[in-house]
Each structure stands twice: as structure tokens, then as C-alpha cells.
């Protein structure tokens, strides 16, 4: 029921740009925390950005931190993720994901439920 679309990924060239965009349907989107997590081949899943469901606080891993924002526009259900400066070290298969009111935004076990990704890759 709960059901999360990314859209957005791509092949791009360091120092370029990429929006990914996150559709949510099947909840109330505007009560939930939502983030963004990302998987390289070889390596264990990153939560690398996190937004509470007013958007008035959010979360960024240290490698994303002033590169990476994540936004979110509650009247459409979707989630953002604008990432500038990429590096070659961002590729990966970006997951939107539904967070739980019990845990903070910065804890990845604070999420439930992940889309089925969409791969970025950036190349030197």
C-alpha cells in the first residue's frame, strides 16, 4: 500500500548537478519524516539526508554536508534531493524512505519503508 517512486538518477560528470525526486502515495505523507538513503556496489547502506514532516529540521551525513539538500513539498507528497558538486564517491542506488515519529531524523533505524531506487553515476 505504502508506495515511494524515485525518479531522477542518471550518468553525469564530476562537478555536475542531479535532482531526484520522490513520489509518496498510500499514507499521510505530511506526518512522516522522510530521507533519503543511497547503497555503492560492495557497501553497506548510507542514510545520507533526513527531513522532519514540518521540513524545519533536517539531517546530512558528513560526506553530502553543503553539497546535498533535501526538501520536501507536503502539498504534493513528494521529496527532494538536489545534489551539486557530485563525485565520482556519490555513485550509488539512491532510496527515498519513510521515517518513524519515535526515532530522530539522524538514526537510520528511524525508518520503515524504502522505494526501489534509482542509480546515480558520476564519473571523473
Known amino acids: 500500500q505504502v508506495q515511494l517512486a524515485e525518479s531522477g538518477g542518471g550518468l553525469v560528470q564530476a562537478g555536475d548537478s542531479l535532482r531526484l525526486l520522490c513520489a509518496a502515495s498510500g499514507f499521510t505523507f505530511s506526518s512522516y519524516a522522510m530521507g533519503w538513503f543511497r547503497q555503492a556496489p560492495g557497501k553497506e547502506r548510507e542514510l545520507v539526508a533526513g527531513?522532519?514532516?514540518?521540513?524545519?529540521?533536517?539531517y546530512y551525513a558528513d560526506s553530502v554536508k553543503g553539497r546535498f539538500t533535501i526538501s520536501r513539498d507536503n502539498a504534493k507528497n513528494t521529496v527532494s534531493l538536489q545534489m551539486n558538486s557530485l563525485k565520482p564517491e556519490d555513485t550509488a542506488v539512491y532510496y527515498c524512505a519513510r521515517g518513524l515519529t519515535s526515532y530522530g531524523i539522524s538514526y537510520p533505524n528511524a525508518y520503515d519503508y524504502w522505494g526501489q531506487g534509482t542509480q546515480v553515476t558520476v564519473s571523473s
Open positions: 527531513i522532519r514532516w514540518s521540513g524545519g529540521s533536517t
